[in-house]
């Protein structure tokens, strides 16, 4: 079974840093384009930022460019999501998805069950 | 950067009804489309890939069609399990959701 892991997340205050951690397990991690995605409270579903399996490529929405770096380790199967410069309008829960092979983007076809990220004074 | 706008916004339904759901993209995407469902407190479920694609383990009675930049997603009968969120995803273009629809009970 694939299973994804999320940890990290917590309160913080404005202008402050987190980082996220996502464990995968029950696949071959470095086969896989992961993604962070989030939901503020009471709102829908955002894409923040996707690392191609070899970690070679990495894209950013608009809204966390310049302050969010995605990475990940495939020694450790493990994603990470360091966030800077952190904004009251990044308060949400931030989930780890898995991308399925074949696609140049692709969908999500796995969540893990997310982390709340509460930035605030 | 690619809208994605699915109407509409709420939709009040029974158990039985056929329920169909709209998603507009601001440029062709192609069939690279997917729809999700969301329950309160939940994670996201992949439900239908590719627009028309059915994901393994999702009822028959959800499909999905369309191409270019016009989509529905369709419930042939509404059961009780379905009264949730729905939203669609482009990722022809890096990734974006619409607004979603949440379907409720009339």
């Known amino acids: 079974e694939v299973l994804l892991l999320e940890s990290g997340g917590g309160l913080v205050q404005p202008g402050g840093s987190l980082r996220l951690s996502c464990a995968a397990s029950g696949l071959t991690f470095s086969s896989y384009t992961m993604t962070w995605g989030r939901q503020a409270p009471g709102k829908g579903l955002e894409w923040v930022s996707s690392?191609?399996?070899?970690?070679?490529?990495?894209y950013y929405a608009d809204s966390v460019k310049g302050r969010f770096t995605i990475s990940r380790d495939n020694s450790k199967n493990t994603l990470y999501l360091q966030m800077n410069s952190l904004r009251a309008e990044d308060t949400a829960v931030y989930y780890c998805?898995?991308?399925?092979?074949?696609?140049?983007?692709?969908?999500?076809?796995?969540w893990g069950q997310g982390t709340l990220v509460t930035v605030s004074s | 950067d690619i809208q994605m706008t699915q109407s509409p916004s709420t939709l009040s339904a029974s158990v039985g009804d056929r329920v169909t759901i709209t998603c507009r993209a601001s440029?062709?995407?192609?069939?690279?489309l997917a729809w999700y469902q969301q329950k309160p407190g939940k994670v996201p479920k992949l439900l239908i890939y590719d627009a028309s694609s059915l994901e393994s383990g999702v009822p028959s009675r959800f499909s999905g069609s369309g191409s270019g930049t016009e989509f529905t997603l369709t419930i042939s009968s509404l059961q009780p399990d379905d009264f949730a969120t729905y939203y669609c995803q482009q990722y022809n273009s890096y990734w974006t959701f619409g607004q979603g629809t949440k379907v409720e009970i009339k």
């Open positions: 440029q062709s995407i192609s069939s690279w």
């Open positions: 690392i191609s399996g070899s970690g070679s490529r990495t």
């Open positions: 998805a898995k991308n399925p092979r074949g696609y140049t983007y692709g969908n999500f076809d796995l």
